[in-house]
Structures are given as structure tokens and as C-alpha cells.
């Protein structure tokens, strides 16, 4: 299986800031990377595909880039409606994977 | 708009089997992979498998001795079926589409107890 590692597990920020959240494959998965949204009770969102493809409807804010083992989402400026857990996964090879997930708090 | 909802039941005897379906409004079974994925309370996301309504799919290593997944285009719903399921399996199951998951339930709750 391949391993899907993200950093930091939490991450305290505040309204307006910058934030990057950073996904690591433990081999090469090109840019078969997506990136979801998940709040409290609520299933998890597709934000990002294909390591950099926006979805409809998803925020310009929020950015993907990477490829191969390293992937990062970045939140350009954090609004309120953004404090959730943010998780990856892989699709070049099943098992399709998922990373810890990363939880971006209010500081 | 395509819309995904689980049903089945929310408690589950250790040793039995887990039944849910997935139920696709909006659209076609007969397109997408349709996948089901679970989630431990206050844990991560673990992939279970996919299905194809050609009845091609794949199934996770972890579970794969345990779990069928299936596609009834009769009804446009897809089910899971998890065999003698443990505490370890209780969690939130999600239905979702695609490799890229770009469409999910809501989510159901399942808990194994006695």
C-alpha cells in the first residue's frame, strides 16, 4: 500500500493567514492527488484533484500543487469558515489511500 | 444534482454480517466507480473498495476476505456487505463516487455491540 503522510497533524492559525498544509507519498503517484474538506458530522468535501485542479464551486482561495511524492494545499487567506480537518489521498494505486489528516484550529 | 444517501442498519451483533446501500438519485449507477469508505470515531478515513456496475472492482487487503460490494442498476443503489464484523468495525460508513471523490453521503453510523 502506499503511504500517504501529512504535516502537521494541527495546525493553529488565525483569520486572514496564509496556511500550507504539506502530503508526502511514501513512492511516486504522479498527480493522482485529491484533497478534501472535512467539519465536525459532515462527510468530507472535494476541494482539489489531480494535485491542482480546483473544484466547481470550491473557493479560489484554496490551491494544490506537487507531484510525485510531495504535495501541498495552501489556504491563502484563512477565513472562519475554513477551521476543519483536511485530509489527502491518493488514487494512482489501490488501496486508494488517505493521509492523517491535518486539523487547522483557531489560534 | 447527484445525490448519494446510506441506509441500513445502526447496530450490528459481533460475528454478523454488515448490510448498507447506497441509494444514487440524480444520475446513473451505470456510470462511475461507487466506492465505499469508513471512518472510526474521532479516527481517519479508510478506503473499504469500489465497484463497477460491469461487476469489475477492488476491494482493500484489509478487508478483502470479509467485504462484497455490489451494483443493482434495477434500483441504481450499490451495498456493501461486511462479514463478521468486530468492535474494530464500528464507524461512520460513507458511499461515494469516483476515484477523486467527488461525491459523498452523508454518512451512516454503525455500531458492533452486543
Known amino acids: 500500500d502506499i503511504q500517504m503522510t501529512q504535516s502537521p497533524s494541527t495546525l493553529s492559525a488565525s483569520v486572514g493567514d496564509r496556511v500550507t498544509i504539506t502530503c508526502r507519498a511514501s513512492?511516486?503517484?504522479?498527480?493522482?492527488l485529491a484533497w478534501y474538506q472535512q467539519k465536525p458530522g459532515k462527510a468530507p468535501k472535494l476541494l482539489i484533484y489531480k494535485a491542482s485542479s480546483l473544484e466547481s464551486g470550491v473557493p479560489s482561495r484554496f490551491s494544490g500543487s506537487g507531484s510525485q511524492t510531495e504535495f501541498t494545499l495552501t489556504i491563502s487567506s484563512l477565513q472562519p469558515d475554513d477551521f476543519a480537518t483536511y485530509y489527502c489521498q491518493q488514487y494512482n494505486t489501490y488501496p486508494l489511500t488517505f493521509g492523517g489528516g491535518t486539523k487547522v484550529e483557531i489560534k | 444534482q447527484v445525490q448519494l444517501q446510506e441506509s441500513g442498519p445502526g447496530l450490528v451483533k459481533p460475528s454478523e454480517t454488515l448490510s448498507l446501500t447506497c441509494t444514487v438519485s440524480?444520475?446513473?449507477?451505470?456510470?462511475?466507480?461507487w466506492n465505499w469508505i469508513r471512518q472510526p470515531p474521532g479516527k481517519g478515513l479508510e478506503w473499504i473498495g469500489y465497484m463497477y456496475h460491469s461487476g469489475s472492482g477492488n476491494y482493500n487487503p484489509s478487508l478483502r476476505n470479509r467485504v462484497t460490494i455490489s451494483v443493482d442498476t434495477s434500483k441504481n443503489q450499490f451495498s456493501l456487505m461486511l462479514s463478521s464484523v468486530t468492535a474494530a468495525d464500528t464507524a461512520v460508513y460513507y458511499c461515494?463516487?469516483?476515484?477523486?471523490?467527488?461525491?459523498w453521503g452523508q454518512g451512516t453510523m454503525v455500531t458492533v455491540s452486543s
Open positions: 461515494a463516487r469516483g476515484n477523486a471523490l467527488d461525491m
Open positions: 513512492q511516486s503517484i504522479t498527480s493522482w
Open positions: 440524480g444520475g446513473s449507477v451505470t456510470s462511475y466507480y
